[in-house]
DNA sequence: TAGAATATGGAGGGACACCCCGTTTCTGCA
DNA sequence: TGCAGAAACGGGGTGTCCCTCCATATTCTA
């Protein structure tokens, strides 16, 4: 059951408006921008930001459903890669660099839903752990990671390394080092070079 | 160069009034919670807050200092522990649970200094740091971890993981699971089991 | 093209951070 | 002890923010 009606025109323009000035003023400011200031960026009066988007989670789950989705298909293409754990590892290097550069993405990821809303079903959340799933299995199966972590455990360490290094200079190298300390841990391997 | 002249007796009973509010109420609320709750709390005016703590972030490292001088105070009980590996482990543990269960406390240690003021030499940040790296010394000399990590990036990743941990339900055990897996790396190990 | 259905946005309520400045409270000194 | 000036206080104002109501305007449909 898709929307019942379609949008009248002006619904869907505004609409496109908004979504466009979010993710312009999120861009700049972070996921912390103030909704007014997107209203007033798209031309429309607040209370037309707040009928298309109930809650600041709504609205950044739409701004960053493109991303989401970008990532989703990387995660198809790589399915199929030669190496099993390459595969793993540079996708949950993908979802760490999105997240750092889109302020905000890492939080909006995390948690299955904050508003009481349990009908957003097919969130960015499950979006991606889902795409991620049958990476790690592959890995698991090439015995490429240990056969006891879950991808929403990998999942949730790369979004806390994206979510502190995102308010830090160079995020993105500083995300990229962490996870590669990650994944090969803290304590040194017991022969030659790991990988 | 310590305060040029005491307090004056009514602003240090306002200080630790104030300080006594927000300890109670960031610890019901969050880091996130009003500023004038906490002064009204106090029996004080807001203006007063705002002139004894001119920033959101040095009241909660007011508040926060106290909790960081006990993780000071287990990092040098356990310079002299017998297994130099377990000491750096559990202390991390140790920085973990006082960070998920003290909301906003991650945050606080993560930056350096926000707010453009460079004299607030003895951040929580340098003081967790300093603590942390005797520990790390001891554990290297060991071999009981990698040689090219730095006591920054292992309490970054400490932070990050609380940082995640603190808005699920269950976060300790949640962060004390992350850790675990960081600690020993998402890849298998060569050769029987880790430690 | 008229009437119904739908969408809009200005205005306003409540909360917040932060600051100005007249008033009150201390303290050091005579 | 008494008092002058320094120090601290806090009521109230400003500007911002999120969110909602409802009179008005736009679009759709027949």
Redesign the pocket.
Same mark, same amino acid.
């Not at 949008?7 to 619904?11: P, T």
């Not at 921008?33 to 200031?37: Q, R």
């Not at 031309?43 to 037309?48: I, K, L, N, R």
């Given at each position: 059951m898709p929307s019942e &009606?379609p949008? /009248?025109?002006?619904?869907r /323009?505004?609409?496109d408006r908004l979504l466009a000035a979010a993710a312009a003023v999120v861009a700049e400011q972070g996921a912390e921008?103030?909704? @007014? @200031?997107i209203a007033r960026r798209a031309?429309?009066? #607040?209370?037309?930001l !707040? &009928? !298309?988007f109930? #809650?600041?989670r709504r609205l950044l789950e739409a701004v960053f459903r493109d991303k989401v989705e970008t990532l989703c298909a990387a995660a198809t293409d790589l399915a199929g890669a030669p190496d099993p754990e390459q595969a793993l590892v540079s996708w949950l290097g993908a979802v760490a660099a999105h997240a750092v550069s889109n302020r905000g993405l890492a939080a909006s990821l995390m948690v299955g839903s904050d508003d009481g809303d349990p009908l957003v079903g097919a969130t960015c959340h499950t979006m991606i752990v889902e795409a991620g799933q049958g990476l790690l299995a592959r890995a698991r199966q090439a015995r490429a990671v240990r056969s006891d972590v879950s991808i929403v455990e990998l999942l949730t360490l790369v979004h806390a390394i994206s979510l502190a290094a995102e308010r830090q200079p160079d995020g993105a190298a500083l995300a990229d080092r962490l996870l590669t300390l990650v994944l090969d841990g803290v304590r040194p391997r017991p022969e030659g070079p790991p990988r």
């Open positions: &009606r949008m /009248r025109a002006d619904a /323009r505004n609409y921008a103030s909704l @007014e @200031e031309g429309v009066g #607040s209370a037309t !707040h &009928r !298309h109930p #809650s600041r």
